[in-house]
């Protein structure tokens, strides 16, 4: 990520990393001073900042696909006096990419420190060209290393930052004997990725695109949730015409295939996704939402098979509806 050893913070991932920002900021930042943050944010940033934050905290606004509106990102912190601005660098459930480099540019211009969750990023698009000057949050799982392992890079000018009291490990800013062995999977799986992994982008995203097609050549009516807007070569979310998304899940799964409602960090919510309410998308609309992600190891020949195993889904719903339209047996899918 190109920075000084000094400015990053091993710890146990994302959250811890999210959660000790905000603790820093309701520490360190003037009381008086708004932060700003994107509603479509990862459950831990959006619940560690209203916790820790209060009534210091305001929501940014989104354009219709989930990307921070600049503009208006402008014009508040012009209007009022603000601090930090939390904003993602690539949404974990749509896959839609923040036009980070210009939120950097506007928070320098205003002297607002920016956080910038970094965490499906890394690993997937090339680090350095991440905000040089931000909060960055990355999280080893995301990337082929280890579960359980993260860092911080701090933000330039971060003063007082201790996310642990205690011992002076890792320059006074994180108490506690390291994981040396997970930290030094993480690094390993990061160069990599970086190594490696970057060449065919292109290639892959064409793959997913071709995915997009056939799905839409099989399923008439289905939507890209973000489309039209810079996203992650391996994360779709759509919204489908008709059946809720459990039923597709479920289907899918009997198919052989595992895709999602949402992220896996929002498995345990029986509510819409927040994600989707922020971009404007109904309750039911969110509901009828499928999450597909796809990995380094996933082929051209894995995106086909499930946009085959989509369309027999697609069949099979259709006809038990049609069964249950008939007065035939109703089918509960367990």
Same mark, same amino acid.
């Given at each position: ?25 309701? &520490?360190? %930042?003037?009381? !008086? /001073? @708004?932060?700003?943050?994107?509603? *479509?944010?990862?459950?831990? +940033? =959006? #619940? ?9 905290? &305001?929501? %940014?606004?989104? !354009? /219709? @696909?989930?990307?921070?509106?600049? *503009?208006?990102?402008?014009? +508040? =912190? #012009? ?256």
């Amino acid at each position: 990520v190109g920075s000084a050893p000094e400015s990053i913070v091993f710890n146990s991932g994302a959250t811890e990393a999210n959660n000790a920002v905000a603790i820093w900021a309701a &520490r360190h %930042l003037p009381e !008086d /001073a @708004a932060v700003w943050i994107s509603p *479509a944010e990862h459950p831990s +940033a =959006l #619940a560690s900042a209203r916790a820790w934050l209060g009534r210091r905290l &305001r929501l %940014l606004r989104l !354009d /219709a @696909a989930g990307r921070v509106d600049v *503009a208006a990102l402008d014009a +508040a =912190l #012009a209007r009022e006096k603000s601090a930090l601005v939390i904003a993602m660098a690539a949404n974990n459930e749509t896959g839609v990419l923040n036009p980070v480099g210009e939120i950097a540019e506007v928070c320098r211009r205003r002297r607002v420190f920016l956080a910038v969750d970094s965490s499906q990023w890394i690993g997937k698009l090339p680090a350095a060209e991440l905000p040089a000057e931000a909060f960055l949050i990355g999280c080893a799982h995301k990337f082929g290393g280890p579960k359980g392992t993260g860092f911080l890079r701090l933000a330039a000018g971060a003063e007082g930052f201790a996310g642990a009291r205690g011992g002076a490990q890792e320059h006074d800013h994180r108490a506690g004997t390291e994981d040396y062995s997970g930290i030094a999977a993480m690094v390993a799986a990061l160069e990599v990725c970086e190594a490696f992994g970057m060449d065919d982008r292109t290639e892959r995203m064409g793959w997913r695109d071709a995915f997009i097609a056939a799905v839409r050549k099989a399923v008439p009516g289905v939507a890209v949730v973000g489309e039209g807007a810079p996203r992650l070569w391996n994360t779709v979310s759509l919204t489908m015409p008709r059946h809720e998304n459990t039923r597709w899940v479920t289907r899918l799964d009997r198919l052989g295939f595992e895709v999602s409602t949402g992220s896996a960090c929002a498995t345990a919510s029986a509510h819409p996704s927040h994600v989707l309410a922020a971009m404007g998308l109904s309750a039911e609309a969110a509901r009828r939402t499928i999450r597909v992600s796809a990995g380094w190891e996933t082929t051209e020949a894995d995106w086909k098979a499930l946009a085959a195993g989509i369309a027999q889904a697609w069949a099979d719903l259709e006809a038990e509806q049609a069964a249950e339209g008939d007065g035939g047996v109703t089918v509960i899918e367990i």
